[in-house]
C-alpha cells in the first residue's frame, strides 16, 4: 500500500476521533461549559478538522499515476487536454463557492465550532439551504482539492470525508441543537436538508458525468 495511502487513512481515524470527542463534549455541554466555551480551543479543534478533511481530500500528494492513467486519453490529445482541464476547472469552481460559503456562514454564525450562537437557532442566510452549510464547504472544498490537483487517492477517500461531516453534523443535531430548540429544530430539519438539495449536487454529478462521458467517448 502506498505511504501517502496509509497517512491518508491515519488522518480519517484521527478525524472520527475527534469527532467523538466532539459528541461527547456537546452531549455534556454543561459539564464541559469553559472547554466548549473557549475560543482558542474550538480554533485549534476545528484546524484539525479543517487540516484533515483537506489533506484526505488532495492536499497530500499522492504515490499512485493513476491520476495520469485515467487523463492521457489513447486515441485523442484533444480529448485529454479538455478532460484535464475540464477536471481542474470543475475544482476550482467549487473551491470558490465553498470559500464564499464559508465567508457568508461564519460572518452570520459570529462563533468557532461547537461555541454557542448568541443569536439561538439560525434558519436564515446560507442555513436556508443546507442545514450544515460549514460542512458542506468542507465536503466540496476537500472534492475540490482533489480535482485540482488530480489527486485520485484523495477522491477514492472522498465519500470518507463525506460521511465523517455526516457523523459531526448528526451529532450535533441529537446531543445539541435538539436538545436545546427541540421542535422548532424539528421542524426546521424536516424543511432543509442536511448538506443541500439537489440544486447543489444536480450540477456537480452532471458535470462529473460529463467528464466521464468525454474520457470514455471522445
Known amino acids: 500500500m502506498e505511504t501517502s495511502l496509509i497517512l491518508r487513512f491515519i488522518l480519517l481515524a484521527s478525524l472520527f476521533g475527534l469527532i467523538a470527542y466532539f459528541g461527547y463534549l456537546l452531549k455534556n455541554r454543561n459539564r464541559f461549559q469553559k472547554i466548549v466555551e473557549n475560543r482558542r480551543i ?22 499512485s499515476n493513476i491520476s495520469v492513467q485515467f487523463i492521457s486519453h489513447p486515441n485523442s490529445q484533444m480529448g485529454s487536454y479538455i478532460l484535464q482541464n475540464g477536471i481542474i476547472l470543475l ?4 473551491a470558490i463557492y465553498s470559500i464564499v460559503l464559508f465567508i457568508f456562514t461564519i460572518h452570520q454564525r459570529r462563533v468557532v465550532g461547537i461555541e454557542n450562537t448568541k443569536t439561538g437557532l439560525i434558519i436564515s442566510g446560507t442555513y436556508k439551504n443546507a442545514r450544515h452549510p460549514i460542512y458542506l464547504g468542507i465536503v466540496l472544498f476537500a ?7 488530480q489527486n485520485w487517492e484523495g477522491l477514492l477517500l472522498w465519500p470518507g470525508v463525506l460521511i ?9 443535531e441529537n446531543y445539541d441543537l435538539i ?3 427541540g421542535e422548532e429544530y424539528r421542524i426546521y430539519k424536516k424543511q432543509v436538508s442536511m448538506f443541500g438539495s439537489f440544486k447543489v449536487w444536480g450540477p456537480i454529478i452532471l458535470s462529473l458525468g460529463i467528464l466521464l462521458l468525454l474520457r470514455l467517448y471522445l
Open 42 to 63: 474550538n480554533i485549534l479543534m476545528v484546524g484539525y478538522y479543517n487540516f484533515a478533511c483537506f489533506t484526505i481530500g488532495g492536499l497530500l500528494p499522492s504515490d
Open 91 to 94: 475544482g476550482y469552481i467549487l
Open 143 to 149: 472534492l475540490a482539492c482533489g480535482l485540482i490537483f
Open 164 to 172: 465523517a461531516n455526516f457523523c459531526q453534523g448528526y451529532i450535533e
Open 179 to 181: 436538545p436545546r430548540f
